[in-house]
């Protein structure tokens, strides 16, 4: 059975920065396609980043485009997210997921394994 598992949450200040990592049991990081998602009260999960590690392909969502950045740590199995110059609107609980899907896209639909996730809280 995949188990995902966040840590690296918190709370800062505007402009700061975060790490975010995401150890992985029975699922290889370096063999399949992984995304992070988040989700603020009151909306929508959204796709963050996917990263697929046949490729090393990345997808990002425009909203964090520049500022966040994934990457696996094959040794570890472990897939990462950095986020520098954190902006309030970033504020939401993280999850990272894996997906068997042909294509690795941000759509939550396509992911069968989630974590239980991670909060992430920025202040202005």
């Known amino acids: 059975q995949v188990q995902l598992r966040e840590s690296g949450g918190g709370s800062v200040q505007a402009g700061g920065s975060l790490r975010l990592s995401c150890a992985a049991s029975?699922?290889?990081?370096?063999?399949?396609?992984m995304g992070w998602f988040r989700q603020a009260p009151g909306k929508e999960r959204e796709g963050v980043a996917s990263f697929y590690s046949g490729s090393g392909s990345r997808d990002y969502a425009d909203s964090v485009k520049g500022r966040f950045t994934i990457y696996p740590d094959n040794a570890k199995n472990t897939l990462y997210l950095q986020m520098n110059n954190l902006k309030p609107e970033d504020t939401a609980m993280y999850y990272c997921?894996?997906?068997?899907?042909?294509?690795?896209?941000?759509?939550?639909?396509?992911?069968?394994?989630w974590g239980q996730g991670t909060q992430v809280t920025v202040s202005s």
């Open positions: 029975a699922y290889t990081v370096s063999r399949g396609c």
């Open positions: 997921a894996a997906s068997r899907h042909p294509t690795c896209r941000r759509f939550s639909s396509e992911y069968f394994a």
